[in-house]
């Protein structure tokens, strides 16, 4: 059910955009969850503000990654 669903909203993305929208959801969503964490730890109050805060910077840095890496799948995959 997943790779179907997967399959059919990335399936016709380039690699590299491909690998940086998965890294970007994945980190950002284990950012967000960290964030909301954190935030209840230090002033629950602000909580949804730690939620979003460290949730962006870790979808943003998980979205380059993946993007470089999605970089090297395809310059893998070209051959020499």
């Not at 059919?8 to 909301?36: D, K, N, Q, Y």
């Not at 939620?51 to 020499?80: C, D, M, N, Q, Y």
Request: aromatic letters at 8%; a positive charge; charged letters at 10%.
């Amino acid at each position: 059910m997943i790779h179907a669903v997967r399959t059919r909203l990335l399936g016709e993305l380039p690699v590299p955009v491909r690998h940086g929208t998965l890294g970007g959801l994945m980190s950002g969503v284990s950012g967000c969850i960290a964030g909301l964490i954190l935030g209840l730890i230090a002033y629950p109050p602000t909580a949804w503000f730690a939620t979003f805060e460290l949730g962006a910077l870790a979808a943003l840095a998980g979205w380059i990654i993946g993007l470089l890496v999605g970089f090297l799948v395809s310059a893998r995959r070209a051959g020499p």
